[in-house]
């Protein structure tokens, strides 16, 4: 079955420091690859996408994310971190696109002034 | 351009009564997808309707049930209330002829069950 897995479950980072995140996932085919942040009481948005061409995509505010096949993986970096990046972030896998997502158990991201 | 509005935010319900959300997506989208999430189960997806057709469905049981109007809205209904269905309820939108396009999603409506 398909699944996403985020081996981690919290994260604290300094302001000003490098971050990443973990994310793997079990999908037969090609995978179309997703990552959401979700800020305290509100929905989701989106950071960035993959389904397919360069494996390294850039997102929004910052972030960007690398598709390995080999390892089946799609990790989530950001150089700098800010303040208020401190939040949830999900992976996702979509089985029929976007349309249909699995979502990993998500990370909280919690930054240290 | 208005986000995707659901109403209510909050409902507080007890065990047994049912239960309609409502969903308003963005203008033109025609795509509205439903997420259920817990803190143990995290974020599962519902249902998807597309022009008022289901297209795609999750693996929970006939309590849940949703349907789409001619005008994209999207009610989503659970039956017979149960204390494991309190949960934030997400609804996105999209286009819904893209496959790796985006959703967007609105703040969600806390149902707690008593």
């Known amino acids: 079955a398909q699944s996403v897995t985020q081996p981690d479950i919290h994260i604290t980072v300094s302001e000003g420091a490098s971050l990443e995140l973990r994310c793997n996932y079990s999908?037969?085919?090609?995978?179309?690859l997703f990552w959401y942040v979700q800020s305290p009481g509100q929905g989701l948005q989106l950071l960035l996408k993959y389904f397919s061409g360069d494996t390294l995509v850039q997102g929004i505010k910052g972030f960007e994310a690398e598709f390995k096949r080999s390892q089946s993986s799609f990790n989530l970096r950001k150089p700098s971190v800010h303040w208020s990046d401190a939040a949830e972030y999900f992976c996702?896998?979509?089985?029929?696109?976007?349309?249909?997502?699995?979502f990993g158990q998500g990370t909280r991201l919690t930054i240290n002034p | 351009k208005a986000g995707v509005t659901q109403t209510p935010r909050y409902l507080i319900k007890t065990r047994g009564q049912q239960v309609t959300l409502s969903c308003s997506p963005i203008s033109g989208h025609r795509s509205v997808s439903w997420y259920q999430q817990t803190p143990g189960q995290g974020l599962q997806f519902l249902f998807e309707y597309f022009s008022e057709t289901q297209r795609n469905k999750g693996n929970f049981p006939g309590r849940f049930s949703g349907r789409q109007f001619s005008n994209s809205r999207s009610e989503m209904n659970v039956s017979t209330l149960e204390l494991g269905d309190s949960a934030l309820y997400l609804c996105a939108s999209s286009g819904g002829r893209q496959l790796g396009e985006k959703l967007f999603f609105g703040s969600g409506t806390q149902l707690s069950v008593l």
């Open positions: 996702a896998v979509g089985l029929q696109g976007a349309q249909k997502l699995v």
């Open positions: 999908y037969g085919a090609t995978p179309y």
